[in-house]
């Protein structure tokens, strides 16, 4: 599947309907168990539309006279839709799940259906964390260096380092409902949600820095006034 | 096999309602798993790790019987599944690394080095049971490791939620853990969140001499799986309020309640109860939609199965007149009592014997009100013996930790639809 999306990522599809064209027949590769009933078995162009309409797909952002030109991303973000409906999931909760995906979140949703490879390794790789982590946290106040090791952390580091080429195991196999507590320096903690993925663009990434020092310094300001 | 699908069924007491006024109905949904080829080669490969607790409290007759079962466990495998042993007690030891189940006579002279020892490091021998699976991890085949116990973790990680959060991250990544409670003295807060949360079974032995049929009955379950990751969705129509599930599954992320692997052979009952607002005389009303999804064993995508119920409304004397299928009585009695079980265990917990075991007493009457029509099913008479002994026992203190266990563990079997 990875090479079948290769293909489409510089391409464009002029009008809806090529839209429609080479997303059945990516999906007809990948033979994503559809369901029978409701749910249509390809996407047409008249689901195209509502998806366009219900925010689900980008809105284009080219025109070719009076047709709308789609892009790598669109697909991403049908194949996206069409597959979380095979999963059975509500178009309430998969627009929460596609709103405002860069291409490498989608492509890691795509991915989660082919995580059999990538899982491979990936329950010897976690149990060997364990192993290790067990041998180095003998002492109780070591409590937090384990929790480093835990898999919400993990995946993030995971997720950080993959390249790009190298999907890292699906972020919506996290629980949602765990949290994480990991030490990044003694006296301040990082809570996270065993399902959270940190950005992949660089700028979000900056963002994200920006916002985390913003929050210690008002916090800590705050604090020291209080004090005061 | 790919091609056949589970049914679905949906029953009532009777098989209209009353029109004309608001009430509450239980629906049993029984869920009966496709029937697998009856040629052996047809069930799913499996990649086996057993972690056997060598600790002192193991010895005599208890590790005699493991020693039988885990035999008997060699034998019923075939040449193309995958089988490693660990064991453990303060030390571990990786007695068979994974192989392929050829040399069966080797394998279990191998047994013949177990002996009982120190105490219990659970953990890490379960993390190296886990990696004995994981080096040979198998798309389609049923990974799973299988940890047999009779003693706390005391060695070691032995916090345990820190194990159970574990074993469900190893879930995800593929290899399941099923978890074998031995006695009274291993921790059951523990062994059964564990099983749970790793998409494994959770079995209490309550004898030893029982360990050989858990044993059967946990590896028939593996040969006999037929889809996994199973998840059922119920939407009521308008005007219909769902009020109560009363297996009380656990919530999937996206809503749907997770139900157990799917075994041939083993429908899985659901009792539902649904609030319905009163509706004419001969109208026809449609109640509930319900999706199940499944993955087919030997498929990697989910499948669904959509399905509504739609009732008729009759006058009261027309509706009295049908007969009562007494089957939803029975799965509605049943899965109450799992519930006054758990009630009994938070008043065990709490200090409040007395009221324990009240609760099951009333479920006890309870049960034979309503069972009274098919007293002489069997597993009606089981419940009677079950809720009888359990009430008795209850009065001796020296029985505690045996049946907050037989509390536990029954209502767990009874919510997930397990026969032991």
């Known amino acids: 599947m990875k090479s079948l999306l290769d293909k489409a990522r510089q391409a464009k599809y002029v009008g809806v309907a090529e839209l429609a064209d080479e997303a059945a027949k990516v999906l007809f590769e990948i033979g994503t168990a559809q369901e029978r009933g409701t749910v249509s078995e390809v996407p047409d162009e008249r689901t195209i539309r509502y998806y366009l309409s219900e925010g689900l797909l980008s809105p284009a952002e080219e025109k070719q006279g009076t047709a709308s030109v789609f892009g790598y991303r669109h697909l991403l973000q049908l194949l996206v839709v069409k597959k979380l409906q095979s999963e059975h999931l509500p178009i309430r909760k998969i627009k929460e799940l596609v709103d405002g995906r860069v291409e490498r979140d989608l492509e890691r949703l795509l991915g989660a259906s082919e995580s059999g490879s990538t899982a491979r390794n990936d329950a010897l790789r976690y149990l060997e964390t364990l192993l290790t982590t067990q041998a180095s946290t003998a002492a109780p106040q070591s409590r937090t260096l384990r929790s480093q090791a835990q898999p919400g952390a993990m995946s993030a580091r995971a997720a950080l380092s993959a390249s790009p080429a190298q999907p890292s195991p699906p972020p919506q196999q996290q629980s949602a409902g765990t949290w994480q507590r990991i030490e990044i320096e003694p006296g301040l903690e990082l809570h996270m949600r065993g399902d959270y993925q940190p950005p992949d663009d660089a700028r979000q990434r900056r963002r994200l820095a920006r916002n985390v020092l913003r929050t210690i310094e008002s916090q800590s300001q705050r604090l020291q006034k209080a004090r005061r | ?420």
């Open chain 2, 1 to 420: 096999m790919s091609q056949s699908i589970p049914k679905l069924e949906f029953l009532t007491e009777r098989t209209r309602l009353v029109a004309g006024r608001d009430q509450t109905v239980s629906v049993l949904i029984r869920v009966i798993p496709p029937e697998v080829d009856a040629r052996q080669a047809a069930r799913p490969k499996l990649n086996l790790g057993m972690v056997l607790d060598r600790s002192g409290s193991m010895g005599g007759e208890k590790m005699e019987h493991a020693r039988d079962a885990a035999a008997y466990c060699i034998d019923q495998l075939l040449q193309t599944d995958r089988l490693s042993l660990v064991i453990f007690d303060d030390q571990i030891e990786v007695l068979i690394p994974s192989q392929y189940a050829e040399n069966k006579q080797g394998l279990k002279e191998q047994l013949a080095h177990i002996r009982a020892r120190n105490s219990t490091a659970l953990h890490e021998a379960w993390v190296r049971g886990g990696m004995q699976v994981s080096e040979h991890l198998t798309d389609g085949a049923i990974n799973r490791v299988l940890l047999i116990t009779d003693g706390q973790a005391n060695v070691g990680l032995t916090n345990t939620d820190e194990i159970v959060t574990q074993a469900m991250e190893l879930f995800k990544r593929g290899v399941s853990t099923s978890t074998i409670g031995i006695g009274s003295d291993f921790n059951e807060d523990l062994l059964l969140p564990m099983a749970q949360a790793a998409g494994g079974n959770a079995w209490h032995v309550r004898a030893a001499e029982d360990m050989q049929r858990i044993f059967t009955v946990e590896l028939e379950g593996l040969i006999a799986q037929v889809a996994h990751s199973v998840t059922l969705g119920l939407v009521p129509s308008d005007g219909v309020r769902l009020s109560d599930v009363l297996n009380d599954f656990e919530l999937s992320e996206t809503g749907r309640y997770k139900l157990p692997d799917l075994q041939a052979g083993s429908p899985l009952d659901i009792v539902v109860q649904l609030r319905v607002p009163a509706q004419t005389t001969n109208s026809k009303r449609h109640l509930l939609d319900l999706r199940l999804g499944y993955t087919p064993q030997e498929a990697k995508s989910a499948e669904v199965i959509k399905q509504a119920l739609e009732l008729e409304f009759d006058s009261e004397e027309s509706v009295s007149r049908l007969p009562v299928n007494h089957e939803v009585t029975k799965a509605v009695r049943l899965l109450m009592n799992a519930r006054a079980r758990r009630e009994a265990m938070a008043h065990m917990d709490a200090g409040n014997y007395v009221l324990a075991q009240h609760v099951v007493g009333a479920a006890l009457s309870a049960t034979r009100v309503a069972c009274a029509p098919m007293a002489s099913a069997p597993d009606v008479q089981a419940e009677y013996e079950s809720l009888a002994s359990l009430g008795e026992s209850l009065e001796d203190r020296s029985q505690d930790k045996m049946n907050r266990k037989r509390l536990a563990y029954e209502s767990y079997a009874r919510r997930q639809s397990k026969k032991v």
